[in-house]
Nanobody
Framework: QVQLVESGGGLVQAGGSLRLSCASS????????IGWFRQAPGKERDFVAA????????YDADSVKGRFTISRDNAKNTVYLQINSLKPEDTAVYYC?????????????????WGKGTLVTVSS
């Protein structure tokens, strides 16, 4: 069974922090670029951040630069998203995704596998 499973979401007050995890199984994890996306109710799914296969390069959406940090531990087959200074506008279901070939110029293209998502709710 090849899958990605997100965890770490929950209810947090504005200004707080969360660390989301994306655990993989059934795939050669280091072969994949891993990204985070988010989708608020009634809104389109937006790109958040991505990390290269070895972890040497990261790519962040302008809306989250300075607050969100993506990292990966290939030995644990896991990618993380550290979220600081949370705002109510960050409320969304957060999804991780895997791509063998990916470009930051077209971040929604090439996704081969999606997780089911974890809900982040930020109260004001």
């Amino acid at each position: 069974q090849v899958q990605l499973v997100e965890s770490g979401g929950g209810l947090v007050q504005a200004g707080g922090s969360l660390r989301l995890s994306c655990a993989s199984s059934g795939l050669t994890f280091s072969n994949y670029v891993i990204g985070w996306f988010r989708q608020a109710p009634g809104k389109e799914r937006d790109f958040v951040a991505a990390i290269s296969r070895s972890g040497g390069n990261t790519y962040d959406a302008d809306s989250v630069k300075g607050r969100f940090t993506i990292s990966r531990d290939n030995a644990k087959n896991t990618v993380y998203l550290q979220i600081n200074s949370l705002k109510p506008e960050d409320t969304a279901v957060y999804y991780c995704a895997a791509a063998l070939l990916w470009s930051p110029t077209t971040p929604h293209n090439g996704i081969g596998l999606w997780g089911k998502g974890t809900l982040v709710t930020v109260s004001s």
